[in-house]
């Protein structure tokens, strides 16, 4: 059952197998196994919370209480940096440095950790599988179709990355005994049809209602949410008006809408509807948010909840002000950041701080004090992105409640730059920790409306991507964009002013075969260094060494 029989569900199992009359049997109850687990609906649902474990894992960092992957910085940048959108703060962890500096190997750390990450949920979700029809034990009739579009869904969803990252992957879909020694690479159009047949099954069989499943559970609309995506990403003929459909299945669902007006728990508290949703105990439909599809369970101080590995968003994004003489660690101020990525002034702007258009956005054609936003975008409002700045440590008095400028060498020296919101945390209790513990949204309604734009611009549709995006472009306040403007740069720059931090901006520019360009024109730390055998990761060297019955193959640009 690999590291999901560590989670408190098994608990539940336990206690079962304990309280029998003849509990002093040696029958390996006390045991989780495969065999002796996957035996009736209670088992299976404590598999399908380890799937979901596995799933969140991906954001994990060092390891600490069940942590799956990495033993490094933050997985997460590593799909931020050398993009259009940041590039590598001043603390130059070496886990992150191959990606900032497009130095990356086949023995590079996260390339690694990414692929043992997905084929590990991969082997979890066949294991289920392969047990679920051999179960005959099931509370009701449609218990296993529901497990198995749970754990379709997780396939598809660890495949996804494969594809993005590497291209031809191996697809597996049983577990291999004797341990098979001999993969091949499966093209990346055959694994992206699997993909897609994985999320058609679970689109069928996963609940309608997100009102009548737990928090953080699948929903059909997260399946056609995703089908969406890889409908786009693998481009076949019918694929697009396919995205177009699975799309607007959501949009037309009657069960989401976009956030338009404030809610929650911090309606006390100065703040927008935008910024609302990204405020402690907000993500979810319990709380108000009408547009979550899925959102991952992450929250501080709960069970099942973010551990101190968990989700360091915030930490990735947020300055070094503590180490400016005047402040003091503040949960107010986000609590405790590294700044291991900046992001880039010619979207963000500089406008209410004292730092120039120059600088390191030099040469960047265009480039506007406010960036790509409007004057009265609520997606940058102060309440979204900090710019302002104010001393606050009472062992300082002389500058207290002072405003503390933002200028080209505190934004270089990553001490201070105006700060991604969205992911701000702290504990008054204990400002040292790391992660962002708040759940997270993983897919939400206004990037569905982004996808279905897409679909539209790759059908020639230029009218109708524009109705899409004005409906995001609306609830943010800002005027519409006309069908004769609607272009995929345009839709690039929108998703960035949506679904900054939020989004795998690498998926998105490798789905679009935007990378390079996005990156020569915007990026000046990777613009000189990308190339194009850049668009994949190379295959970790251990895999293939371990593959030794059959040669597996090095994407071009890595071979050592």
Known sequence: MMNYIKISAACSLLSLAAGCADFLEEDLKSSLAPDNTYTSTLGFEVGSAGLYAIARSEYNTWGESGAFMHNGACAYEVLQISTDICRMGTVRDGSLVPFAELTLNPST???????NWAYNLIASANELLIYSEKNKNWDYPTDKQLYQAEARFFRAYAYRTLVYLYGDVPWVETIQTPFLLSFTRTPKAEVLGHIIDDLEFAKTYLPEDPDAVKEGKLTTWAARHLLSEMYLFRGADGDYRLAEENALDVIGSGHYSLVKARYGKHLDEA????????????QNRSAGNTESIWVMQFQYNTVGGGTNSDDWTRRAWNPQYFNIDGFALADSLGGRGLAQIRPLKWWIGVKGTSATTADEAEGYPGIQEGGIFEDGDIRNSEYSIKRNWYYNNPLTPNKLEQKCPITDDTWSQAQLFPALKKFFFGKEENLQLTGSYKDRMKFRLAETYLLLAEAYLRQNMPDKAADAVNEVRRRARVSDVDAADMTMDFLLDERIRELYGEESRRFTLVRTGTLIDRVKKYNP??????????????IPQAIRDANRDVEFPQNPGYDE
């Open 109 to 115: 750390l996260f390339v690694g950790s990414y692929w």
């Open 525 to 538: 730390e990777a613009r000189d260094r990308i190339k194009d055998y850049h668009v994949l990761w190379p």
């Open 271 to 282: 703040g927008d509807y935008f910024s609302d949703m990204f405020l402690e105990n907000n």
